[in-house]
């Protein structure tokens, strides 16, 4: 068992004033305890049967790609705009101050497929309600969304609700 919190970075004020950055690079630096992130995300997302994890951009790579290859399934990567090639689906969402966007291949998903998400911070679950949605669009079937950190402060699982929510950390 690692404390993962003594391994996580705090940045104030980053990027903007009043935010509580959670820096996880240093988490990540730690051999110990990027191993232990993933394989307990990974135990946790072996309890279901999953076709894909969908990782969101950019740390969501970090995490989701190593889980999906210890689970054996394959990755979708969820991206800002205009970085995928081919034809996308595209969603956006209201942050506290303006507009984010996030897309994926619109072949990426079959009608059916059961689909992990994973980020590596849960806030107010803005971003991961809208990678849901886009991910039901397409015809996915959501199995529900592991993350390293939650601020649970932000009550983001009120946005969630109906679904399974993960993660190995929370901030309260
Ligand atoms: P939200 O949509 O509010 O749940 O925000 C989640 C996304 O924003 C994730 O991709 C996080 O990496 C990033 N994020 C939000 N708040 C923080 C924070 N305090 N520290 C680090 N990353 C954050």
Known sequence: MIDLKEKIRNISDFPVKGIQFKDITTLLKDKEAFKYSIDEITKYCSKYQIDYIAGIEARGFIIGAPVAY?????????????????????????????????EIHKDAINNGDKIMVIDDLLATGGTTAAVFKLIERLGGKVIGASFIIELEFLNPREKLEGYDVFSLVQYS
């Open 70 to 102: 210890q689970l054996g399934i394959g990755f979708l990567p969820i991206r800002k705009p205009e970085k995928l090639p081919s034809v996308v689906e595209r969603v956006s969402y209201q942050l506290e101050y303006g507009e984010n966007i996030l």
